[in-house]
C-alpha cells in the first residue's frame, strides 16, 4: 500500500511544458468550431495553446509528434457539475470541501481554494477525457453540532485537471438551491427558499449601491456578511450567473421572472422539467446542465422527467450541457455515456459532443478559451481509438493545456497488481 | 380504513405466531404467499434471420427463434412455422430478457417520498422475519423503465443496513394489481445480509450494536447460533424428541438458509470482508450464493471460485464510501477471468434500465486490460 502512494506522489509531479511544440497528426479531428470534423488533420500546439489545426500542414522542426493515424481526435470533456478535487470519500471519511454549513459564509463561500489537485479522483477521470470541470458547493445538511447549509451556498470554479495553474475561474457561478431540496434550507418552505435568495439579493443591491454609507455606518443592517454581499456584486456585473438547483417546471417559471427583475443572468442544475418550458428557458437565454438518462420521477419536482429532454431543450435553441445522472464526481468520466444516452434519444451526434465540451465551457464563461479545438483555445485535447460515445472507447491519450498526461491513475495501479502482475508471491505481496 | 387493515393483519400475525411450529404452518404461509404468475395467452411467433446471443454462451447468426404459448418450442436456422406471426430480425440481436440480481424497485419506489421508503426494517439489527414482496408496491413506475430496457426478471432485496435485512423475492415485472401476480414462479427465496459499513452506521450512530466490524461478526454468528437450535430442536421434535418450539418467522427463515432452501445474497464490498463471511458460512453449514457490489472482487477471484460463491457487481462504481475506493473498471473482467461466476448487477432504477451499456463497459475495460472479449461470453 506504501509503494503504491509512493507510486502515485511520482505521477502527479508537475510536468513543465516550457517553450513546448507538439503536432498531433493524421487523425479524424473533431474540432466543435467553425472548422467541423477534419479528416487527416494536424493540430499543431505551442506552448499549452492550439496554434493551427488543417489538413496538410507542414511540422515544426523540433515538434514533438503525436501519430494519431486511425484515431478520432476530440476537445476535452468538461464536467459541467460535481465536485472533483473537494471530496476523496463522501460517506463517513472526514470532510466534503464542497458543503457549505452556517450562516457566517454563504454567498462568499467560495471553493476554489479548497480544490486539491492530487486528488486521487483526478487522475481516474483526466484519463478517460474529462480535462476541466465546474466544482460546485453544495448546502450541506446538518452536521452533529446541527450546523446545516444555506439556500445559497456559495462560489462555484472552473479548474482544469492540470497539474499547474488548475483554477481557471474562481468565481465561476453562484450557487443557488431552491424548489423541494431548497426549502430544507429554508425551514421547509419552497416559498422561504425564494425568499431568501430574494433577500441576499436586495442586500447587495443595496450595499453595491451604498457602500461608502455602509462603511460609514450609516446602512441598516444585513443578514449578510461583506464576504456574502462582495460575491454577490458578481452576480450583478454580470461575470457570474446564478446557477440554481431546481427541477420543477413552477419553479422554472418562477426563476425567469426573477432574473429579469433582477437583471442577472442564470443556469438551471437539475432541470427535470425544464423541457417543458424549452422556449421560455430559451427566450430567458437560461442555460440547462441535466442528466439525460434521468426519467424517473423521483419526487414531485420532476414528476414529468422524461428522456429526449436534451434534445427538446437544443433544438429550441438552448445551451445544454450533459451531466452524468449516477455520479458526478466520482465517475464524473461518464459523461460520455450520457452524451450516447442523448444521442439513442435523437439528439445529433456532433451537438451531444458540443454538449460535453463546448457547451459547458461557454456556459461556465470559459468559451473562448477552451472547449473546442480553434486556434488560440487551450490545447485540451483527446485521442480516441473509436468513436468517443461507445462505452468500449477509452482515450489513449489525453493532453491538458498541451501537455500529455501520465495515463495512469490510482486504479490502474491497482488494476496492474491484480490483474497483470508477475510476481510469484503470494498476492498480498505483489507490487 | 387503514387502520383497520393494519388491525386484522395485526391480529392474523399473532394467531399465527401463537401456533406452534410444525410443517403445516409453513407450508400454509407458502401457499398464501405463492406465486400467482400467469402468462398471457401468447400468439405463436416466428422471429427469424436475427444474431442470437443465447445467453448459455452462444452466438448464433441469421438464427431463427419459435416462440409459442409463452415457451421458447426451437432455436435454429430455416424454421418453418405454420400461421405464426413473423417478425423480421435481420439486422437485429436477440437476447434472453436481462435480469437483475439486484433491485430494490417496488421497495424504494418513485416518487421517493419519506411515505415510500420500506426497503429496510432498520428498526433491528436482524430482522430476518421480514419479507420484501410484502412492501413491493406494483405500481412503481420503475418497474416498466426496466423493461423499456430490456430487463424481464429481477431480484427484489431489503435494504443493507441490517446485518439480515430479511427475504428477498424474484420478480417478473409484468402489471400486477399485487407482488405475488409479479412473482417468479418456482424462485426461491433469498436471505439479504450486509457486511460492513451500513450496519455498524445505523446501529453504532444510535449506541447499539453493532458499531463495528467486529461487533457486525458478532451479530451474523450469534444469529446463526440461534437458528442452528432452532433447526435441531424443530428435527428432534419431528423424531419424537421434545417439544417443538413455538414458530418463530424470524429463525424459521434462518433455519431455512441453514436447510439450503433459502439462498444468501450478501452485500459485502470488501475482499477482507467476503472473506471472514465465507468463513462464518463454513462455521455454520451454510453457502453464500452471492457477494453484491463485490467492489473488491477483483482482490479474491480465486476464493470465491473455490466457495463456488458468485460476485454481483457495477461496471464502475467507485468511491461513494471507503469501502468502495479500491473500485477497478476491470472488476468484473479478473473474476471472469479466473472462473468465478462473475454478474452484473444495477442497485438502481436507472442502472437498471442500460444493464446492456453496463456490460458494455466491462467488455471495454476487458479488453483494453487484456484484449477482445467475445460478446457471447
Not at chain 2, 422475519?129 to 430496457?149: K, R, Y
Request: hydrophobic share 45%.
Amino acid at each position: 500500500m506504501n509503494r503504491l502512494v509512493t507510486a502515485l506522489l511520482l505521477i502527479v509531479l508537475p510536468v513543465v511544458a516550457a517553450a513546448q511544440t507538439t503536432a498531433i497528426v493524421g487523425g479524424k479531428v473533431h474540432t466543435v468550431g467553425p472548422q467541423g470534423t477534419l479528416d487527416n488533420a494536424t493540430i499543431i500546439i505551442v506552448n499549452g495553446r492550439i496554434h493551427a489545426v488543417g489538413t496538410g500542414l507542414g511540422i515544426p522542426d523540433g515538434a514533438e509528434t503525436i501519430d494519431a493515424a486511425g484515431k478520432l481526435v476530440t476537445p476535452g470533456l468538461f464536467s459541467p457539475i460535481g465536485r472533483l478535487g473537494l471530496v476523496e470519500v463522501g460517506l463517513s471519511a472526514g470532510p466534503v470541501d464542497s458543503e457549505q454549513r452556517g450562516e457566517r459564509f454563504t454567498a462568499g463561500f467560495a471553493v476554489a481554494d479548497a480544490y486539491n489537485p492530487r486528488s486521487t479522483l483526478i487522475a481516474v477521470n483526466r484519463i478517460e477525457g474529462v480535462t476541466r470541470a465546474a466544482i460546485v458547493p453544495s448546502p450541506g445538511f446538518p452536521d452533529d453540532s446541527g450546523s446545516m447549509g444555506h439556500v445559497l451556498s456559495g462560489l462555484a470554479a472552473v479548474v482544469n485537471l492540470g497539474d499547474e495553474d488548475v483554477v481557471d475561474r474562481p468565481a465561476a457561478a453562484m450557487v443557488v438551491t431552491l424548489g423541494e431540496g431548497g426549502s430544507h434550507f429554508a425551514d421547509g418552505t419552497r416559498a422561504g427558499a425564494w425568499l431568501t435568495l430574494r433577500n441576499a439579493l436586495d442586500e447587495a443591491r443595496d450595499y453595491g449601491n451604498h457602500k461608502e454609507d455602509f462603511e460609514r455606518g450609516m446602512r441598516r443592517d444585513y443578514v449578510h456578511s461583506v464576504a456574502d454581499l462582495e460575491a454577490l456584486q458578481k452576480v450583478f456585473s454580470g461575470t457570474t450567473p446564478l446557477l440554481v438547483n431546481i427541477n420543477r417546471a413552477s419553479d422554472i417559471e418562477a426563476l425567469t421572472r426573477l432574473i429579469t427583475e433582477y437583471r442577472i443572468a442564470a443556469i438551471i442544475v437539475g432541470g427535470a422539467e425544464a423541457w417543458m418550458l424549452a422556449d421560455e428557458i430559451a427566450a430567458a437565454n437560461i442555460s440547462v446542465i441535466l442528466s439525460p438518462a434521468y426519467n424517473l420521477p423521483g419526487n414531485f419536482d420532476s414528476i414529468n422527467a422524461r428522456r429526449g429532454a436534451a434534445g427538446i431543450l437544443i433544438d429550441a435553441g438552448v445551451r445544454v450541457a450533459l451531466a452524468d445522472s449516477q455520479s458526478q464526481t466520482h465517475n464524473a468520466r461518464n459523461i460520455t455515456q450520457s452524451a450516447g444516452n442523448a444521442v439513442r434519444d435523437g439528439l445529433a451526434w456532433d451537438a451531444a459532443l458540443r454538449a460535453i465540451t463546448l457547451a459547458p465551457a461557454e456556459i461556465f464563461g470559459m468559451g473562448t478559451y477552451a472547449g473546442s479545438i480553434e486556434v488560440g483555445k487551450a490545447a485540451d485535447i483527446v485521442i480516441w481509438p473509436a468513436d468517443p460515445l461507445e462505452l468500449t472507447s477509452f482515450p489513449d491519450q489525453v493532453l491538458i493545456n498541451g501537455v500529455s498526461i501520465p495515463m495512469v491513475s490510482r486504479q490502474t495501479l491497482l488494476r496492474d497488481r491484480y490483474m497483470q502482475s508477475q510476481s510469484e508471491l503470494p498476492p498480498a505481496y505483489r507490487d | 380504513m387503514k387502520n383497520k387493515i393494519a388491525a386484522l393483519a395485526g391480529i392474523a400475525t399473532m394467531a399465527l405466531l401463537a401456533v406452534a411450529c410444525d410443517k403445516s404452518a409453513e407450508d400454509a404461509a407458502d401457499a398464501a404467499f405463492a406465486s400467482r404468475y400467469k402468462a398471457l395467452p401468447g400468439t405463436k411467433t416466428l422471429i427469424t434471420g436475427a444474431t442470437v446471443l443465447t445467453g448459455a454462451g452462444e452466438r448464433l447468426e441469421d438464427a431463427d427463434l419459435l416462440i409459442d404459448d409463452g415457451r421458447i418450442v426451437e432455436v435454429g436456422t430455416d424454421l418453418n412455422a405454420d400461421g405464426a406471426d413473423v417478425v423480421d430480425a435481420a439486422g437485429k440481436w436477440v437476447t434472453p430478457g436481462i435480469i437483475d440480481v439486484h433491485s430494490h424497485l417496488g421497495v424504494y419506489p418513485s416518487p421517493g417520498t419519506e411515505s415510500h421508503s420500506d426497503g429496510n426494517e432498520a428498526t433491528a439489527p436482524v430482522t430476518a422475519e421480514v419479507w420484501a414482496e410484502h412492501s413491493v408496491w406494483p405500481q412503481d413506475p420503475g418497474f416498466v423503465t426496466a423493461l423499456a430496457g430490456g430487463v424481464t426478471s429481477m431480484q427484489i432485496l431489503p435494504g443493507s443496513a441490517n446485518l439480515i435485512g430479511g427475504r428477498g423475492v424474484t420478480l417478473k415485472n409484468v402489471p400486477g394489481r399485487n407482488v405475488m401476480d409479479m412473482k417468479f414462479p418456482g424462485a426461491p427465496h433469498s436471505l439479504k445480509m450486509a457486511c460492513g459499513e451500513n450496519p455498524k452506521r445505523v446501529y453504532g450512530g444510535r449506541g447499539q450494536a453493532p458499531g463495528t466490524r467486529m461487533g457486525n461478526v458478532a451479530g451474523y454468528r450469534a444469529a446463526w447460533i440461534e437458528a442452528a437450535d432452532y433447526r435441531d430442536k424443530l428435527a428432534a421434535a419431528e423424531n419424537g424428541e421434545g417439544e417443538a418450539p413455538t414458530r418463530d418467522l424470524r429463525l424459521e427463515t434462518l433455519a431455512g438458509v441453514l436447510d439450503g432452501e433459502i439462498l444468501v445474497h450478501n452485500h459485502c464490498y470488501r475482499a477482507d470482508e467476503m472473506s471472514v463471511m465465507l468463513d462464518i458460512a463454513r462455521e455454520f453449514g451454510y453457502k453464500v450464493s452471492a457477494f453484491h457490489h463485490a467492489v473488491e472482487a477483483y482482490k479474491i477471484p480465486d476464493l470465491l471460485a473455490e466457495a463456488d460463491t458468485c460476485a454481483a457487481m457495477w461496471a464502475d462504481w467507485w468511491g461513494f464510501k471507503m469501502e468502495a475506493y479500491d473500485g477497478i473498471r476491470e472488476n468484473v473482467a479478473i473474476v471472469d477471468q479466473a472462473d468465478a461466476c462473475a454478474i452484473i448487477h444495477s442497485d438502481s432504477g436507472l442502472g437498471i434500465q442500460v444493464l446492456n451499456q453496463e456490460t458494455a463497459k466491462v467488455m471495454g475495460a476487458a479488453a483494453k486490460a487484456r484484449g477482445e472479449v467475445a460478446r457471447h461470453r
